[in-house]
């Protein structure tokens, strides 16, 4: 068999129900296995979606025992001569997975692949091409040099954003949201880190896979990542298992390090968790006294709907039952328009994904946003909420 997916899923059903579609076309034409480990959702996610894709294996777990763990439970089972870790909060473009395997087959010191993942407003996500957070590159991007000076190879190793996007590169960290890899390297190397129960995983097998003699590579094949919908960034759990995961990955690779080095590297990862923690704090005040009215973003919502006349009417009418606002292209507000917040919502029935992304990624306008709308299940999905 050429290739295993492995989707790690919890409280996600309407956002994985997506990212299985687009999989599913995506793996036309592929020998391919799917499995599904659910981290215990409380949203019906299994018995939902068990019968619509009949193909999927599912694997219910009774607890919930974090990202690194369920996924080696399906790893241990993969068959596929690569494997794919996928978030459920991504949508594959149609001509992703053939071309990233035509590039494995070709390059034989490759070991992983990452590829080009665009935010919902069509942006390219910095988290695409990183570097192994050394303690240097660390401080580079906590001390905000990594931002200041994007193009310096020394300061801005951490995002790697010296590099060409529309080019294939080589890196050192492979997104955990699609970290494809050959199978035989997981046996060589070992499986994700126990450790770790959400976040740095990816860093610390990148960073395992490089110490092997083998490569990582960016690749600019598209998909799309909601970033982080089962643990927001703005909760309090988000920062505490992100940074205590960055605490792990020091200790564990560079525990080495003198005493007097390693005290100011540990008081930044604290100091960077404490202002994240107080910023959230007031940002929670604010909202409870009706500052950020609208949104999570603080704007009102509007959508635009692109797509056939036959299925605009089914669009429209699920719109009129919830109350939102509806726009059409020439009436939708002008770019930069920081008063309302505006979802062009795609009919996926009429367009491609690979389509939809060629579209949002031309304009990357800001305040214009990805939705998704399927006739057959008459769902709206935006980066935010699910319109049922």
Same mark, same amino acid.
């Given at each position: 068999?050429?290739?295993? /997916? ?15 579609? #687009?999989?599913?076309?995506? %793996? ?7 499995? @599904? ?16 894709? &009949? ?28 494997? %794919?870790?996928?978030? &459920? ?6 001509? +992703?997975?053939?071309? $990233? ?18 935010? &919902? ?5 910095? =988290? ?19 931002? *200041?000076f994007p193009a310096s190879r020394r300061f801005a190793r951490y995002y790697m954003s010296y590099l060409p996007w529309d080019e294939p590169s080589e890196i ?33 097998? #990148? ?11 960016? %690749? ?13 960034? #703005? ?9 205590? $995961? ?14 007097? %080095? ?37 704007? =009102?919502?509007?959508? @635009? ?11 429209? *009418?699920?719109?009129? !039952?919830?109350?939102?606002? /509806? ?10 328009? $920081? ?8 009919? +996926? ?18 305040? @214009?946003?990805?939705? +998704? ?8 999905? +935006?980066?935010? !909420?699910?319109?049922?």
């Amino acid at each position: 068999m050429k290739l295993t /997916v492995v989707i790690v899923s919890y409280n996600v059903k309407y956002y994985l129900e997506q990212c299985l579609d #687009s999989l599913k076309k995506s %793996l036309e034409g592929i020998e391919a296995e799917v499995f @599904v480990v659910d981290n215990h959702s409380q949203d019906g996610s299994v018995e939902y979606l068990q019968a619509r894709f &009949p193909d999927v294996h599912f694997i219910a777990l009774q607890h919930n025992i974090g990202f690194a763990r369920a996924n080696n439970i399906a790893i241990k089972s993969a068959k596929g001569s690569y494997v %794919l870790l996928l978030n &459920p909060d991504t949508i594959v473009a149609e001509n +992703t997975l053939h071309e $990233a395997l035509q590039f494995l087959d070709a390059h034989e010191g490759a070991g992983a692949v990452g590829v080009r993942m665009m935010n &919902p407003d069509g942006t390219d996500a910095m =988290e695409s091409r990183r570097g192994i957070p050394t303690p240097m590159t660390a401080f580079y991007k906590m001390s905000g040099l990594c931002a *200041r000076f994007p193009a310096s190879r020394r300061f801005a190793r951490y995002y790697m954003s010296y590099l060409p996007w529309d080019e294939p590169s080589e890196i050192e960290v492979v997104s955990g949201a699609f970290f494809l890899v050959r199978r035989k390297v997981l046996e060589e190397v070992g499986l994700l880190d126990t450790d770790y129960f959400m976040y740095g995983e990816d860093i610390d097998l #990148s960073y395992r896979i490089c110490k092997a003699g083998w490569e990582n590579w960016y %690749l600019p094949l598209r998909i799309l990542h909601y970033k982080g919908l089962s643990t927001r960034k #703005s909760s309090f759990r988000y920062v505490h298992v992100f940074y205590k $995961a960055m605490l792990i990955f020091f200790r564990k690779h560079f525990g080495s390090l003198s005493f007097w %080095l390693s005290i100011p590297i540990k008081g930044a990862i604290y100091f960077k968790a404490l202002t994240a923690l107080l910023s959230m704090a007031v940002g929670t005040v604010r909202k409870s006294l009706g500052f950020f009215p609208g949104n999570a973003d603080g704007q =009102e919502s509007v959508y @635009v709907f692109a797509g056939s006349e036959g299925n605009r009417k089914e669009f429209m *009418r699920l719109m009129q !039952e919830k109350g939102l606002e /509806v726009l059409s292209a020439e009436d939708r507000p002008a770019e930069g328009s $920081a008063k309302r917040s505006v979802f062009m919502v795609y009919d +996926t029935d009429t367009y491609s994904y690979m389509e939809i992304f060629n579209q949002l990624s031309s304009h990357s306008l800001g305040n @214009v946003k990805l939705g +998704t709308y399927s006739p057959h299940t008459r769902v709206i999905i +935006t980066e935010s !909420e699910v319109i049922i």
